[in-house]
């Protein structure tokens, strides 16, 4: 079974510029969260969308925008690049049932760097 | 903030040999899950180990298995008969209930010596 899948692998902007990251999940979950990994530290939590509405969003400012489709696919956007936005972007899917035994499974990511 | 936090910034272990990695928690909340997870160089997330903090019995799976420790509030891993393959960072997360966010900790580079 595919696990979940994230598109591009690598991403070169410059700051200013807006980038779209693509993640598809596993077959069967309808729920996908996104997270940040900026170097040396854990991934930071920044949304989570289930059944193509948001049930959760970090502490991270209002350039950063998601949305889920019908076929539980996601996309995650960032306008005005700086930076600090220069991380690995971590796609998770899972049932989505909000229960804490629900296990995220993570995607290769998506390395962003902004010049 | 309820946090998480992962002391060993970075481990030598002989291959072969046992290894344990450290996680306590902070929270007030009577029901979450703890999850460990390997990042290889490559970058991908791989999941691990559960622990539910109403299960009464650590957690196993394979070679490795959870240390849980409620009244502590600590939740290490432990890797048996290590191998070459386990070298990555390893991140300690927990879960909420009612949502999925999970809180990492700032993860423990583990090297495995030949």
């Known amino acids: 079974d595919a696990g979940v899948t994230q598109s591009p692998t690598h991403l070169i902007k410059t700051r200013g510029q807006h980038v779209t990251l693509r993640c598809s999940p596993i077959s069967g979950h309808k729920s996908v969260s996104w997270y940040q990994q900026v170097l040396g530290q854990g991934p930071q939590f920044i949304f989570q969308?289930?059944?193509?509405?948001?049930?959760g969003r970090g502490n991270f400012p209002d350039r950063f925008s998601a949305r889920q489709f019908p076929n539980y696919s996601s996309e995650l956007n960032v306008n005005a690049l700086l930076l600090g936005d220069s991380a690995l972007y971590l796609c998770a899917s899972s049932f989505g049932q909000g229960r804490i035994t629900d296990t995220q499974y993570f995607g290769p990511g998506t390395r962003l760097t902004v010049l | 903030a309820q946090k998480i936090t992962q002391t060993q910034p970075g481990m030598f272990v002989q291959e072969k040999e046992a290894v344990t990695l450290d996680c306590t928690y902070d929270?007030?909340?009577?029901?979450?899950?703890l999850f460990w997870y390997k990042q290889p160089s490559s970058g991908e997330m791989i999941f691990l180990i559960y622990?539910?903090?109403?299960?009464?019995q650590n957690a196993t799976e394979g070679r490795y298995s959870l240390n849980f420790q409620k009244a502590r509030k600590s939740a290490n891993l432990v890797i048996s008969a290590s191998q070459l393959g386990d070298s990555a960072m390893y991140f300690c997360?927990?879960?909420?209930?009612?949502?999925?966010?999970?809180?990492f900790g700032t993860g423990t580079r583990l090297t495995i010596i030949p």
């Open positions: 969308y289930y059944e193509k509405e948001e049930r």
């Open positions: 929270t007030s909340d009577p029901s979450y899950g």
């Open positions: 997360a927990r879960s909420y209930f009612g949502n999925e966010k999970l809180t």
């Open positions: 622990q539910g903090s109403y299960d009464q």
